[in-house]
């Protein structure tokens, strides 16, 4: 392991966080907040240590696959523990312990918060929990490969560590062009349903924040009842089309705005995903309807779809309490968790990209049993999947049970009932947000101590990253000289 290479690269994401905290600073004076001094406070601390870091390691080797995992995973935890100073020093969230969940739930987009009453904030703290959101969702190590040179340092190691799914796609053969694209995309996508939601008739701050937290499938509002406290279907539905624009591929996206809108319809993913929304919505919708739980059948469409697409993005806003519907829509909904969005989205979960490779496998499989001597290829987008993606897909399927399932004991033998550890740990793990039983949408997670909500930090960075990249790490010989 070099520490040196490690050390220079988290020293520039402290340095681009820094900057990036100079926005709330900027808000929060513009609105005459008192809390303005505290980000700078703040931005003046990571910039030091940045900069005293980058003055004492001025040389330092290209980073390989195992230095790469470290600056990604140690990377998270460095910008989470700098964006929770504001918090901490303006007294806004007291808690120390509070402030570093609320953080690091906001750069890894889960959207799970301690706050009781939101609306009683300051507009510098609502920005930056949304701007929090922003950075994360593509990418704060994403960011720092497309505006920093990195100095020497291998960039390519960093991309594989950093994007969501089991491919990390790149759309030119430079990994800081790639990266460029990327922000780009997402940075008009989210203009876009800035202008739409004020158009809808949301106020320009609102827009903003909101916008930062649906393009980043993250779920923090400025309302205490969400997206549902705006009380406007238009508003609903434009939220819809950007939470699902979120879920899916970037890469897309891309492709879509040079021209080659038919990506959509040839990707088998997309189409999944599609598929998988439409399939539940009408499981859900019609239970509803069924028991007359709205009053209008465009009523129970959307608020059905708008909760469908939030869970499966993991974004986690809301315009109902879940919580009341029907057990079945209960179970759907907590697949859905799992489920999340595409590879390549900002969208936390498995990834339906591994739910569809796993099923193709299945299938394969009984196929096997029938005809022992067959040959079956694995197809995905008309290429011959490799044996060493579908072991990749397997392997984290695995990974992803076993943590899921050590969380719910722990939280379950520290005295919570099994509804709500199992809520909390799909929650976190999934980047969702809201879960089931004491963290459901109606609540938060403020009613939990203090280590229970450091395990529940502890989750969202394993699910954010996915995983390995964490894990990894827990391995001696990530950490043995070669």
Known sequence: MSYRSVLKVLAFLLLVTAACLLLPALVSALYGDPDWPYFLAAAGLGGLVGGLVLLTVRYAPELRVREGFAVV?????VVG??????YWLSGQIPSLIDAVFESISGFTTTGATILVDIESRTHGTLFWRSLTHWLGGMGIVLLALAILPLLGVGGMQLFRAEVPGPVAERLTPRIRQTAKLLWAVYFLLTALEVIALMIAGMGPFDAVCHS???MATGGFSNHNQSVGGYSSPAVEWIVIVFMFLAGANFSLHYLALTGRVKVYAKDEEFRFYGSIILVCTALIATTLWHISFYPTAAATVRHTLFQVVSIITTTGFG????LLWPPVAHAILLILMAVGGCAGST??????????????HAKSELKKMLH???????WFNNRAMSPALLTNVLGFFLLYLLVYLVGVVILTLGGLDLVTSVGATAATLGNIGPGLGLVGPASNYSSLVGWEKMLLVLFMLIGRLEIFTVLVLFLPEAWRRS
Do not use: C, N, Q
Request: no cysteine; charged share 15%.
């Open 73 to 77: 995973s140690f990377g998270w935890l």
């Open 81 to 86: 523990l700098l964006g929770a100073m504001p």
């Open 212 to 214: 930062f937290a649906t």
């Open 319 to 322: 315009t109902a309490d879940y």
């Open 347 to 360: 969208g936390g979960g498995v990834k339906v990209m591994r739910v569809f490779i796993l099923l193709r």
């Open 372 to 378: 022992p001597r067959g040959v079956y290829t694995l």
